[in-house]
């Protein structure tokens, strides 16, 4: 591994040279102000919703890549360099960077002198707080010049980029001491503005991008910087930006410390002004004071970092295996969370400006973070809830800011309805709160018409069995899960999307993976029915549960694999009797994972058929072999060429179906192998190749077909991540919250001797210690709790704040 390394300690991801195969980001925020920041200080920041209040400026896809970002420069006599290697790019006498969780820190070293900036998002206040900590190593005084540099976006991230004929006449700035605001759009709508700060005096400033970089100039050589002052600009229209120029002398051996605060505030509309046209600093003035010193600032760093060792003490895990370890307890619930917060909206990968939150994604999403923040579930439950169709279907997409079901896409994706009983049955198993069930919830956003979260369930369910086809099985709508298999789309116009065009009428394509899924969430439904006594609820769904058991069984067996659709025509997609793309993986978990054929030896027999054609060692592939022409039936899933996304990609997200699927035919070494292909610390020597970052998921890695085979792309927001930690966590260490108790259920590799799992559950902590001796895989021989034997594998609802000891022997 040449780029960097795990410091499990720190829970840090070690960067130690800013040429990594691709720009190996992290995220920054509290929930409202967000940062995105690459290891070479690459990024940007906003409030809220990526697209409608950017704060500071990007350019996705951009030349040298990743080139803007929130910088400094440092002029030590005739040496000019970046702490963060770019934007100078001066080679370093020693870099490094260090992601960690709601933090980065950058370290530079370069002529005797050392610069450490350290970058995070406080939870107090809206806005990035930098420490520029410099520190002269040499035998002589030194006087650096440093210049700050951001680039403001003119708030709404779309228009900034395309509608130049406006944006370059309403650039608006202020200039007070050592703050830098940026006003423009407040003297209309907008209640809300940016600055940025440095605690100490200035030697000068800029706010106008082309005098302070020079017209023809990149960020590696700015006017200002090469002549070593600053212009004093104060931008009117074009490109504002905010550069402060200062200079810091150290001694020998001495160190100094500057903290910036980048900041947004809203002001209500009645105080927006003190005079016409100057605005009121009240807001901002009252955040630069609680970062006035470094101790200040390093207290506030401090809260972030306890506050990750409390969201993480949730679920804590030992094995044999250390990157198993430390994908399951600091990096992969990390990511969970920011999937929590961004869905798919903004990444290096996610422009910010396009999608809203999923409706399907948002529900898996929770999957993986409910046991983290319970409460935060709730609501997301509750707003995503309140865009469902009163027929019981979903928008696919909601807006963050406004709430609302996006209307461009609308629906009929006819999955979606049945991801809200997972994340239902997900949290009321996590926290008890069946209180949940009796919420009152709008559809479609309607105040006026409202019922109880339980009957949004039941509409769940009930679209599904209201839209069945000739076999029997669910109607694929517009596509299921794989938003690319488009079975009624039949587009042969380039310019028109696959999933929102208008769909041909007539057709009978339904979903094997839909069903697959009904007779998964369905039972959990019936479960949740009985639980809350509605036994005859209960009695009903099961019976249509059983019916979609048999409709499967009928026409969804292929022989050694489920079926995966069948199309507008009624002709079988992913069999052995199709020309490509003869099987495909998602019906394979799902089906398994809802318990089908683990009775008959049909599970066993899809997972050796799994095994032989789709797994690779990169993963486990979506199809096999690829489509290699343009099917116009299938729709987008054949416009990929073969290996990448949708065609026969490794597509993360699915991959733990299948390891669910071992763990539940008792196959704890496949599991765990099959885990070890996707899982980021086990693939880290494969950076270079991969090219994504060594400790989060990604979206998708080209499979064995693709051009170039392993390959990965669309890091950090992804279905991957709640779905590993799902698979590792609750099957293969098999620690998952049922109903009526914490169940304990260990798939493991057999020669893991020993591990211990601390979960924490409902109002209880429970160290549990699971023995091994004689090398199995699953299935509990002995069980004592306190001290005491008991028999099953669940483990009481204690709910009295105390720590248990659970020793398991398998
Ligand atoms: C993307 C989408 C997700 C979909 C998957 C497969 O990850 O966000 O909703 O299920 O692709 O098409
Ligand atoms: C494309 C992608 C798919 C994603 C979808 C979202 O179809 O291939 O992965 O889910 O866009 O709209």
């Known amino acids: 591994m040449k780029f960097g390394y795990f410091d499990d300690k720190s829970r840090e991801y070690v960067i130690t040279t800013p040429q990594t195969p691709y720009p190996w980001i992290n995220y920054l925020g509290n929930g409202d102000f967000f940062s995105i920041i690459s290891n070479t200080s690459g990024g940007y920041s906003f409030y809220r919703d990526a697209r409608l209040r950017r704060i500071t400026r990007y350019r996705y896809n951009n030349i040298p890549l990743d080139s803007n970002g929130k910088y ?22 020693k870099y490094e960077c260090r992601h960690g969780l709601g933090y980065s820190k950058f370290l530079g070293e370069k002529n005797k002198c050392r610069a450490e900036v350290t970058c995070f998002v406080p939870d107090e206040v809206n806005a990035e707080i930098q420490i520029l900590k410099l520190e002269n190593l040499s035998d002589k005084t030194k006087t650096l010049k440093i210049h700050s540099f951001v680039e403001w976006c003119l708030w709404n991230a779309l228009e900034d980029t395309t509608n130049f004929q406006r944006n370059f006449s309403t650039g608006q700035v202020e200039i007070e001491g050592s703050t830098l605001y940026h006003k423009t759009e407040f003297r209309e709508r907008r209640n809300h503005y940016a600055f940025y700060h440095v605690n100490t005096a200035l030697k000068g400033y800029d706010t106008d991008r082309e005098k302070f970089l020079g017209l023809y100039n990149g960020l590696e050589a700015p006017d200002a910087v090469i002549n070593q002052t600053a212009y004093n600009t104060e931008a009117h229209g074009w490109s504002p930006i905010a550069s402060h120029f200062i200079e810091v002398t150290l001694k020998p051996g001495e160190h100094k410390e500057l903290v910036f605060v980048l900041g947004y505030v809203e002001v209500p509309d009645k105080d927006k002004f003190v005079t016409n046209q100057v605005i009121n600093k009240a807001p901002a003035k009252s955040i630069i004071e609680k970062f006035d010193s470094p101790a200040k600032a390093y ?71 409910v046991h983290i923040m319970p409460h935060l579930a709730k609501q997301r439950i509750i707003d995503i809830a309140s865009t469902q169709f009163e027929d019981g279907g979903a928008y696919h997409q909601y807006q963050p800011l406004t709430k609302r079901g996006n209307s461009d896409i609308g629906g009929n994706f006819n999955d979606d309805p049945l991801w809200l009983i997972a994340a239902v049955s997900a949290y009321i198993k996590e926290t008890g709160d069946t209180s949940i069930l009796d919420e009152s919830v709008p559809f479609d956003n309607n105040e006026k018409n409202k019922a109880s979260l339980f009957e949004h369930l039941k509409r769940s369910f009930d679209h599904v069995i209201n839209n069945l086809g000739p076999h029997k099985l669910p109607l694929i709508g517009r596509a299921d899960w794989n938003d690319c298999l488009n ?29 697959g899924m009904f007779v998964k969430y369905g039972k959990e439904y019936a479960e949740i029915c009985q639980f809350i006594k509605n036994t005859k609820e209960a009695q009903r769904a099961e019976i249509h549960v059983n019916e979609m058991v048999n409709a499967i069984n009928k026409h969804g067996w292929d022989g050694e694999w489920f079926l995966r659709a069948y199309d507008f025509f009624g002709n079988k997609i992913g069999s052995h009797t199709c020309e490509e793309a003869k099987i495909f993986i998602e019906p394979q978990g799902f089906c398994i994972m809802a318990g089908l054929g683990l009775e008959d030896g049909r599970a066993n027999t899809t997972l050796e058929s799994v095994h032989k054609y789709l797994a690779c060692e990169h993963g486990i592939v979506l199809n096999y072999p690829a489509f290699t022409r343009y099917h116009i039936e299938y729709g987008e899933i054949s416009s990929y060429p073969q290996g990448y996304k949708e065609n026969a990609g490794v597509f993360c997200h699915n991959n733990p179906w299948v390891i669910i699927a071992e763990t539940q035919n008792g196959n704890g070494d496949r599991a765990y192998d099959y885990f070890t292909r996707i899982s980021p610390a086990h693939t ?18 080209a499979g064995k077909e693709a051009f170039k085979p392993g390959e990965a792309k669309n890091s950090w927001l992804t279905g991957a991540a709640a779905w590993t930690f799902v698979a590792a966590s609750q099957h293969i260490l098999g620690v998952r ?55 099953g594998n669940e483990l009481p609802i204690f709910n009295d704040n105390n720590i248990h000891e659970i020793e398991i022997t398998l």
Not at 72 to 93: C, H, Q
Not at 498 to 515: H, L, Y
Request: glycine share 6%.
């Open 72 to 93: 400094f420069y440092i002029r030590d006599e005739e040496v000019l360099w970046s702490p963060s290697w770019k934007p100078a790019k001066t080679p370093l006498d």
């Open 487 to 515: 079975l009624n789309c039949f587009s042969n116009n380039p310019d028109e999307s696959f999933q929102i065009t208008e769909n041909k009428s007539g057709g009978a394509a339904e979903s094997v993976f839909i069903a």
């Open 737 to 791: 919250p049922g109903l009526n108790g914490l169940i304990v259920d260990p798939c493991i590799p057999k020669q893991w001797k020993e591990i211990s799992v601390t979960r924490r559950f409902r109002n209880a902590v429970y160290n549990i210690k699971v023995h091994n001796p004689d090398g199995k895989s699953r299935g509990i021989s002995e069980m004592t709790v306190d001290g005491t034997l008991i028999k």
């Open 684 to 701: 880290e020597d494969k950076s270079e190749l991969h090219k994504t970052e060594p400790y989060v998921f990604a979206q998708m890695i």
């Open 299 to 369: 207290a506030s760093l401090q809260l972030v970092v306890n506050k990750w060792t409390t969201l993480l003490s949730a679920y804590q895990t030992t094995t044999p295996d250390d990157k198993f370890n430390r994908v399951v307890n600091i990096w992969n619930q990390y990511q969970c969370v920011i999937t929590y917060f961004f869905s798919r909206s903004a990444s290096y990968f996610e422009s910010g400006i396009g999608r809203g939150m999923g409706f399907r994604d948002s529900n898996q999403d929770l999957l993986g973070f």
